[in-house]
């Protein structure tokens, strides 16, 4: 299977466990998502947008 189309993120942390098994969550998390996955790439566009600006409001650009 050829995936030169995925894209990876270029800034950004993953989410992983800690030594207790609880989530360590970055301020910039690597969230990932599949473009097009059956609702067309205009929806994933307008969640991309949704996700941004709830992030923004909840945290001010950084989880806290």
């Known amino acids: 299977m050829n995936q030169s189309y ?3 993120p270029t800034s950004g942390e993953g989410i992983r466990l ?3 098994g609880k989530l360590s969550i970055p301020d910039a ?3 990932p998502f599949i473009e097009g996955d059956g609702v ?5 566009a307008a969640m991309r947008q ?14 806290c």
């Open 6 to 8: 995925i894209k990876a």
């Open 29 to 31: 998390p690597i969230v």
């Open 18 to 20: 800690d030594c207790s």
């Open 40 to 44: 067309g790439p205009e929806i994933t």
């Open 50 to 63: 949704i996700v941004d600006s709830a992030v923004q409001k909840a945290y001010g650009g950084k989880r």
